[in-house]
T-cell receptor, first 106, second 117 residues
Framework: KNEVEQSPQNLTAQEGEFITINCSYS?????LHWLQQHPGGGIVSLFM???GKKKHGRLIATINIQEKHSSLHITASHPRDSAVYIC????????FGAGTRLTVKP | EPEVTQTPSHQVTQMGQEVILRCVPI?????FYWYRQILGQKVEFLVS????????KSEIFDDQFSVERPDGSNFTLKIRSTKLEDSAMYFC???????????????FGPGTRLTVT
């Protein structure tokens, strides 16, 4: 069983749509990361959170520790948001989800 | 803006050879990490390093792997005798300005693509 599950695996949206990516985990954690991996392979950290909610521009991340669940939302999506979004949890070490491939069409 | 750098961007080596992958973390960061991503698979944690010693390592990080911070700026990953299955993208990351690494985001380097033939 994967310790970090993401859904959906693939997501295609039209420009302007509101997007939600989900992450569930089964281990105790001290923090959860949302990462963005571009087609060239580079990884950018979007958020690190251990409770509540964080917002950067059009991106919002929430976490529910009791339910072991986090969501990443993108408002007013744009083609440049197309990337793989990865959830990673920090327990004894870092465990990564398989990623959600997002494609935003103009 | 400060960034993590990695060299080389692509390394091709023959099976059995030793490779050293180099990283320059962000200045003043205290925690350093190596991850790998085999093509088409998820990112995997290898090792974390703090205060000149390994703080955590995964089951992947066996005796073939070692890490070192040889001076005040570089952080290296050595693979002693490469195998075909070591072919992957290797990412370095750094974090933390204090002793609470979970409080700080990790900053990733661009990666080194290792190809073992």
């Amino acid at each position: 069983k994967n310790e970090v599950e993401q859904s959906p695996q693939n997501l295609t949206a039209q420009e302007g749509e509101f997007i939600t990516i989900n992450c569930s985990y089964s281990v105790g954690i001290s923090a959860l990361h949302w990462l963005q991996q571009h087609p060239g392979g580079g990884i950018v950290s979007l958020f690190m959170l251990s409770s509540g909610k964080k917002k950067h521009g059009r991106l919002i991340a929430t976490i529910n520790i009791q339910e072991k669940h986090s969501s990443l939302h993108i408002t007013a999506s744009h083609p440049r948001d197309s990337a793989v979004y990865i959830c990673a949890v920090k327990g004894n070490d870092m465990r990564f989800g398989a990623g959600t491939r997002l494609t935003v069409k103009p | 803006e400060p960034e993590v750098t990695q060299t080389p961007s692509h390394q091709v080596t023959q099976m059995g050879q030793e490779v050293i992958l180099r990283c320059v973390p962000i200045s003043n960061h205290l925690y350093f990490y190596w991850y790998r991503q085999i093509l088409g698979q998820k990112v995997e944690f290898l090792v974390s390093f703090y205060n000149n010693e390994i703080s955590e390592k995964s089951e992947i990080f066996d005796d073939q792997f070692s890490v070192e911070r040889p001076d005040g700026s570089n952080f290296t990953l050595k693979i002693r005798s490469t195998k075909l299955e070591d072919s992957a993208m290797y990412f370095c990351a750094s974090s933390g300005l204090s002793r609470k690494p979970t409080s700080y985001e990790q900053y990733f380097g661009p990666g080194t693509r290792l190809t073992v033939t």
